[in-house]
């Protein structure tokens, strides 16, 4: 497995920053965010350095109930091909549900949602990933992610789920050491429990950042300082397995940089620490650290077989209900999904077996996302509504679920600030139309929406 050293999150709002750091060997990038023909500046001279770059998805739903997108995938192809990336990373999670798989609606999360650790929701995930294997140009990683919420009726440990994984698909492993204290806190996982679990042989790199906690609820924020508990797990890992990588993730409230250099100082004497409490290991010509605690969970590693030919530590268990009906296991996972989802963004009713005031904190947290993002990708809407931006968009989410990303929601909303009448006559109207008209773009495609389309642009035009 490649060595990538020690890294830092590229973001634009660091830039300047992060190339003028000592010792960064590698940096990750949001995929969606660059455009392979218009690389940013600043990522050119970076891999003029020697300096690696490595694409990092957020939108495919590799854990969602329908197959990968062709064109999402496709993009994130092109991304790893015009950054020269060894791997690419996306997340085991699902951010959209409903559709023509479950005659529902179509919402959209904006936020990356947990799977349900059953053998169904396991076999879509297998199939999703090898399709994205097989588009892809280099190796696919995927990562653990953080959830305020647990799944009614779960099969498996975490540990379980992602070893199967792993043993069916040979896919690599991004192990967010963050998440899992985020679930710690969330979810009573324990950490060390999680780790001992894990197929560590397939480990990829390593995610690091920080958060914060509010009523006893975790949030993974990437907002704030690491906090010492999460760099405790980062040791415990380091002491079971040689890292390839860890990298520092900050993606809000940026600090000074030296801020930043310090925590990447104590990321690296957590993985110090670690390293002193381990043996090292040679196997084959990867080499693995192990301690005692650790040493069941790499025993594939010692061996001369690859990845994918790893052995689960659980014998293995019936085959699964829907090999008989391959898209069985799809629609029964995408009901459930979609009920999840719709009783998040949609207010529809809360599925049997969630909790409802743990459901009620991810609901609240998802549509204050949403609304940072739009005010990010649209910031000509906080501007013009100032302090009324937030709790208008927050009354106008309750009832609006998002279907097709944050630039159509920005439209949305504005053009729901337009034709609701709650706007008076004035600037801040005739600008706000003028930015709506400016980017509404093209007619949609149906005809009633054509339709409806027109009439509210006839509308507005005339007000």
Known sequence: MERLGRGIGWRPEIAGA??????????????????????????????ARGVTVVPHGVSLGLGGADRPDEGRLAALAERAEALGSPLVTEHIAFVRAGGPLTASP????????????????????????????????????????????????EEMTEGQFLYDLVDRTGVRLLIDVANLHTNHVNR????????????????????????????????????????????????????????PGVLLERDENFPEPGVLEGELAAIGAAVEKGRAGSEPVWAGSEEVAVTSAGAGAVTAAITEEPMGGATSPEPPGPAPASAAHPDAARVRLGLAEAALLSALVAGTPVPEGFDRARLGVQARALAGKRADVVGKVAPRLPELLGATYRTAFLAYATGHPMTGGYRRDALDFAEHLLLS????????????RAWWLERSGPAPRSRPAERMARAARRVLLHR
Do not use: K
């Open 421 to 432: 009448g709650r706007l008076p006559e004035g600037r801040v109207r005739r600008e706000l």
């Open 106 to 153: 179509l919402l959209e999360a904006g936020h990356l949602l947990p799977v349900p650790r059953t053998r169904d929701a396991l076999d879509v995930l297998c199939e999703n990933v090898r399709i994205a294997q097989d588009a892809l140009p280099v190796p696919l990683a995927v990562e653990n992610i953080a959830a305020l919420i647990s799944w009614p009726g």
């Open 188 to 243: 009573g996982e324990d950490p060390a429990e999680a780790l001992a679990g894990l197929p560590l042989e397939a480990v990829a790199y390593v995610h690091v950042a920080g958060g914060f906690e509010r009523d006893g609820v975790w949030h993974d924020s990437h907002a704030h300082p690491v906090p010492p508990a999460v760099l405790d797990i980062l040791t415990d890992l380091a002491s079971r397995v040689s890292l």
């Open 18 to 47: 992060v190339e003028r750091m000592p010792g960064i060997e590698w940096v990750e990038v949001v995929a969606e965010n660059v455009c392979p023909g218009h690389l940013p500046e600043s990522l050119l001279r970076l891999r």
